[in-house]
C-alpha cells in the first residue's frame, strides 16, 4: 500500500498525518460526544439516534479506504482518457520526432490528468535517470492502476526490446488500445442499464416507507412534523446517492467542448436562462397575489410551483437543439478530417488549397464552420488562433481535442493522410459508442418519468386514507382517559404542511432526476431544465388525478 501512496504522489508519513490522524480524532470525538449525551439523542430522536453510531464508522472508513479513492480516481482518469491519449500519440509518431520529445509533449497536456503524470514520469525516468524507453515504461507498468495502460506500456517494451518499428507499433496499438477502451465504455454502461432495475425497486422501496411514515403519526402518536422531516431527508439522501453513483459510473465523456472559452452558443443559453428566471419570478409573484391575496383564481401549490418553473423550459429546449447541432457535426467530422488528410496529401500538404476545395462539399452542420475555418486561415493573421476558434465554436469537445492533434502533427511534418486515418477511425469508435450512450439515457428517461407518477399515487393516496383517518378521529365525542393511547389526531395545520412536503419530496426527485439525465448523456446540464419543468407537471397532474380519486373514493375534501 506504501508503494501506491507514494506512486499516487502522496507519502504515508502525510497520509498519517493530514488524512488518517485527523479522521480518526474526529470519529472519536463524535463517539464521545454520542456516549455523553445518549439519553437526550434518544429522547429526540427516538430509534433514529441508533443512525449517528454510523457517523464515526463512516470517518474511520473514510480514512482507511482513502488510498484507495485516490488510487481508483487515478485509474477512472485515465481509463476515461486512454482514447485520445493513444490517438494523440498515434498522429505524433506519424512524423520523425523523437520518442522522448513525444512523452514530454504529452506529459504537458494537463486535460489528460493522471495520464499526462504517468507520462511525465516515463520522460523523467529517461531524461533524468538515463532509462531508455522501453526501461521507462515496465517500471510505470508495475505501478499504474490502469490495467488497460498497463497492458499498453508491457506491449511497448516488449516491442521496442523487439527492435519492431516504433510507427507501426503505435498504429497497430490504435485498434487494440480503442477496442479495450469500448468494452471499458461499453461496461459502464451495462452497469447503468443493471442499476436502472435497481433504481426502481430503491425509489419504489422508499415510496412504500414514506407511506407508512404518513400514517404513523395517527396509529402511534409521533409527531408529525419529526416523521415529515425524516421522510425528506431519506428521500434527499437516497436521491443524492443515485446521483453520485450514477457520476462515478457513467463514462468521463463531455458532449459540450471543456476550452473554458465562452463562445456565441453559450451566451445565448445563459441570455435565455436569464430572461426564463426572470419571468419565473415575475409568474411567481402573480400567482401568489392572485391565489392568495385578491384570491380571483384556487390554483392547488404544486400546480403554482409547476407553471412557475414553466419558463425554464425555453433555456431547456434551445440548449437542447443545440446539443444535437453538436452531436450532428460529430457524426460529420471523420469524413471532414479524412478528406482535409487526404487532399492535403495529394497537394504536398497544403491545407488552405485543400480546404477552399472542401468548402463546396456538404458536411452537414459542421459545413458552416469549416467556411469560416478557410476565411480565417486565408487571412494568414494566425493559423493556431484559427484553428483553435473554428474547434470551439463547434462547441464539440471531440472536434476540439483532435482537431488539437491533427494540426500539431501536421505540424511537426507528418503526412496529413496519416494523420487524418488514424483520428477518423478513433473518432468514428467514439461517436458508436456514443450512439449506445444515447439509448442507455433514452430509456432511462422513461423510468424517471415513470417513478415520478408512481411516488405521486402512492403518497397522496396514502394522504388521502390520512385525511379520511383524522376526520373520522376528530367527529368522536370520546373521552381521551378511554381512548387517548388509541385513536390519535393531528392539527389541520399538519395536515396542510404534509400535502406541501409531499410535493416537495416529488420536487427534489424531479430536480436530482434530471440531472441525473444528463450526467448519463454527458451533455449540458442546462439541458435537464426542460425535463425538471416537464417532471414538475407530471408530478403535479399525478397528484391532481391521486386527490380526486381519493374525493370520490372516501367522500373527502383536501
Same mark, same amino acid.
Given at each position: 500500500?506504501?508503494?501506491?501512496?507514494? *506512486? &499516487?504522489?502522496?507519502?504515508?508519513?502525510?497520509?498519517?498525518?493530514?488524512?488518517?490522524?485527523?479522521?480518526?480524532?474526529?470519529?472519536?470525538?463524535?463517539?464521545?460526544?454520542?456516549?455523553?449525551?445518549?439519553?437526550?439523542?434518544?429522547?429526540?430522536?427516538?430509534?433514529?439516534? $441508533?443512525?449517528?453510531?454510523?457517523?464515526?464508522?463512516?470517518?474511520?472508513?473514510?480514512?482507511?479506504?482513502?488510498?484507495?479513492?485516490?488510487? /481508483?480516481?487515478?485509474?477512472?482518469?485515465?481509463?476515461?482518457?486512454?482514447?485520445?491519449?493513444?490517438?494523440?500519440?498515434?498522429?505524433?509518431?506519424?512524423?520523425?520526432? !523523437?520518442?522522448?520529445?513525444?512523452?514530454?509533449?504529452?506529459?504537458?497536456?494537463?486535460?489528460?490528468?493522471?495520464?499526462?503524470?504517468?507520462?511525465?514520469?516515463?520522460?523523467?525516468?529517461?531524461?533524468?535517470?538515463?532509462?531508455?524507453?522501453?526501461?521507462? &515504461?515496465?517500471?510505470?507498468?508495475?505501478?499504474?492502476?490502469?490495467?488497460?495502460?498497463?497492458?499498453?506500456?508491457?506491449?511497448?517494451?516488449?516491442?521496442?526490446?523487439?527492435?519492431?518499428?516504433?510507427?507501426?507499433?503505435?498504429?497497430?496499438?490504435?485498434?487494440?488500445?480503442?477496442?479495450?477502451?469500448?468494452?471499458?465504455?461499453?461496461?459502464?454502461?451495462?452497469?447503468?442499464?443493471?442499476?436502472?432495475?435497481?433504481?426502481?425497486?430503491?425509489?419504489?422501496?422508499?415510496?412504500?416507507?414514506?407511506?407508512?411514515?404518513?400514517?404513523?403519526?395517527?396509529?402511534?402518536?409521533?409527531?408529525?412534523?419529526?416523521?415529515?422531516?425524516?421522510?425528506?431527508?431519506?428521500?434527499?439522501?437516497?436521491?443524492? /446517492?443515485?446521483? $453520485?453513483?450514477?457520476?462515478?459510473?457513467?463514462?468521463?465523456?463531455?458532449?459540450?467542448?471543456?476550452?473554458?472559452?465562452?463562445i456565441a452558443v453559450d451566451w445565448k443559453i445563459y441570455k435565455y436562462f436569464y430572461i426564463s428566471m426572470i419571468a419565473c419570478l415575475i409568474l411567481f409573484t402573480v400567482l401568489l397575489l392572485a391565489n392568495y391575496v385578491y384570491r380571483i383564481v384556487s390554483l392547488p401549490v404544486p400546480f403554482i410551483v409547476a407553471i412557475t418553473v414553466t419558463p425554464l423550459a425555453i433555456p431547456g429546449y434551445i440548449s437542447r437543439k443545440e446539443e444535437s447541432i453538436v452531436k450532428d457535426k460529430d457524426k460529420n467530422s471523420p469524413?471532414?478530417?479524412?478528406?482535409?488528410?487526404?487532399?492535403?496529401?495529394?497537394?504536398? /500538404? !497544403?491545407?488552405?488549397?485543400?480546404?477552399?476545395?472542401?468548402?463546396?462539399?456538404?458536411?452537414?452542420?459542421?459545413?458552416? +464552420?469549416?467556411?469560416?475555418?478557410?476565411?480565417?486561415?486565408?487571412?494568414?493573421?494566425?493559423?493556431?488562433?484559427?484553428?483553435?476558434?473554428?474547434?470551439?465554436?463547434? /462547441?464539440?469537445?471531440?472536434?476540439?481535442?483532435?482537431?488539437?492533434?491533427?494540426?500539431?502533427?501536421?505540424?511537426?511534418?507528418? +503526412?496529413?493522410?496519416? $494523420?487524418?486515418?488514424?483520428?477518423?477511425?478513433?473518432?468514428?469508435?467514439?461517436?458508436?459508442?456514443?450512439?449506445?450512450?444515447?439509448?442507455?439515457?433514452?430509456?432511462?428517461?422513461?423510468?424517471?418519468?415513470?417513478?415520478?407518477?408512481?411516488?405521486?399515487?402512492?403518497?397522496?393516496?396514502?394522504?388521502?386514507?390520512?385525511?379520511?383517518?383524522?376526520?373520522?378521529?376528530?367527529?368522536?365525542?370520546?373521552?381521551?382517559?378511554?381512548?387517548?393511547?388509541?385513536?390519535?389526531?393531528?392539527?389541520?395545520?399538519?395536515?396542510?404542511?404534509?400535502?406541501?412536503?409531499?410535493?416537495?419530496?416529488?420536487?427534489?426527485?424531479?430536480?436530482?432526476?434530471?440531472?441525473?439525465?444528463?450526467?448519463? +448523456?454527458?451533455?449540458?446540464?442546462?439541458?435537464?431544465?426542460? *425535463?425538471?419543468?416537464?417532471?414538475t407537471w407530471v408530478a403535479a397532474f399525478a397528484g391532481y388525478i391521486s386527490r380526486t380519486v381519493m374525493i370520490h373514493m372516501l367522500g373527502i375534501n383536501f
Amino acid at each position: 500500500m506504501f508503494e501506491s501512496l507514494r *506512486h &499516487c504522489g502522496l507519502k504515508p508519513e502525510r497520509y498519517f498525518k493530514f488524512v488518517f490522524a485527523p479522521l480518526s480524532g474526529a470519529a472519536l470525538i463524535v463517539l464521545m460526544l454520542i456516549v455523553l449525551f445518549s439519553v437526550q439523542i434518544f429522547r429526540l430522536l427516538g430509534l433514529f439516534a $441508533v443512525l449517528l453510531y454510523f457517523v464515526p464508522l463512516f470517518l474511520i472508513l473514510i480514512a482507511l479506504l482513502y488510498p484507495k479513492i485516490i488510487i /481508483g480516481r487515478m485509474r477512472n482518469q485515465i481509463d476515461n482518457n486512454i482514447h485520445f491519449y493513444i490517438t494523440h500519440m498515434g498522429a505524433l509518431a506519424t512524423s520523425d520526432i !523523437d520518442r522522448k520529445e513525444m512523452m514530454e509533449i504529452i506529459s504537458g497536456r494537463k486535460e489528460y490528468k493522471a495520464l499526462a503524470e504517468e507520462t511525465r514520469k516515463i520522460f523523467l525516468l529517461m531524461d533524468k535517470w538515463n532509462r531508455n524507453l522501453s526501461q521507462a &515504461c515496465r517500471f510505470i507498468a508495475r505501478r499504474t492502476p490502469s490495467k488497460i495502460f498497463s497492458e499498453f506500456l508491457d506491449r511497448m517494451a516488449h516491442e521496442l526490446d523487439s527492435g519492431e518499428d516504433f510507427k507501426e507499433f503505435i498504429k497497430r496499438e490504435q485498434k487494440t488500445v480503442m477496442n479495450a477502451f469500448a468494452t471499458n465504455y461499453q461496461g459502464k454502461l451495462y452497469s447503468i442499464d443493471v442499476f436502472k432495475e435497481v433504481y426502481t425497486s430503491i425509489i419504489i422501496s422508499l415510496s412504500f416507507f414514506a407511506a407508512f411514515a404518513i400514517i404513523m403519526p395517527f396509529l402511534t402518536g409521533i409527531s408529525v412534523t419529526f416523521m415529515l422531516d425524516v421522510i425528506v431527508v431519506i428521500f434527499t439522501i437516497v436521491e443524492l /446517492g443515485v446521483l $453520485v453513483y450514477l457520476k462515478s459510473v457513467a463514462p468521463d465523456d463531455p458532449i459540450w467542448q471543456t476550452s473554458g472559452e465562452t463562445i456565441a452558443v453559450d451566451w445565448k443559453i445563459y441570455k435565455y436562462f436569464y430572461i426564463s428566471m426572470i419571468a419565473c419570478l415575475i409568474l411567481f409573484t402573480v400567482l401568489l397575489l392572485a391565489n392568495y391575496v385578491y384570491r380571483i383564481v384556487s390554483l392547488p401549490v404544486p400546480f403554482i410551483v409547476a407553471i412557475t418553473v414553466t419558463p425554464l423550459a425555453i433555456p431547456g429546449y434551445i440548449s437542447r437543439k443545440e446539443e444535437s447541432i453538436v452531436k450532428d457535426k460529430d457524426k460529420n467530422s471523420p469524413s471532414f478530417i479524412m478528406s482535409l488528410g487526404a487532399s492535403a496529401s495529394a497537394r504536398g /500538404g !497544403d491545407i488552405l488549397e485543400s480546404l477552399k476545395f472542401l468548402t463546396a462539399h456538404d458536411f452537414g452542420s459542421l459545413t458552416n +464552420d469549416v467556411r469560416k475555418l478557410y476565411k480565417r486561415l486565408k487571412s494568414r493573421i494566425n493559423k493556431k488562433r484559427a484553428w483553435e476558434k473554428f474547434s470551439i465554436e463547434t /462547441g464539440s469537445n471531440l472536434i476540439y481535442r483532435f482537431t488539437d492533434m491533427f494540426v500539431e502533427a501536421i505540424g511537426l511534418g507528418s +503526412d496529413p493522410k496519416d $494523420v487524418a486515418e488514424i483520428i477518423a477511425d478513433n473518432f468514428t469508435v467514439i461517436n458508436t459508442l456514443r450512439a449506445k450512450r444515447a439509448q442507455t439515457s433514452s430509456s432511462f428517461v422513461g423510468i424517471a418519468y415513470g417513478v415520478v407518477i408512481g411516488i405521486a399515487f402512492s403518497l397522496y393516496i396514502s394522504f388521502g386514507v390520512v385525511e379520511s383517518m383524522n376526520s373520522l378521529y376528530s367527529k368522536l365525542h370520546i373521552p381521551n382517559s378511554f381512548v387517548g393511547n388509541i385513536l390519535h389526531t393531528v392539527p389541520s395545520t399538519s395536515i396542510a404542511t404534509l400535502n406541501v412536503i409531499i410535493f416537495l419530496i416529488l420536487l427534489i426527485h424531479a430536480i436530482i432526476s434530471s440531472i441525473s439525465l444528463k450526467v448519463m +448523456d454527458g451533455g449540458r446540464y442546462m439541458s435537464s431544465l426542460l *425535463h425538471l419543468t416537464g417532471m414538475t407537471w407530471v408530478a403535479a397532474f399525478a397528484g391532481y388525478i391521486s386527490r380526486t380519486v381519493m374525493i370520490h373514493m372516501l367522500g373527502i375534501n383536501f
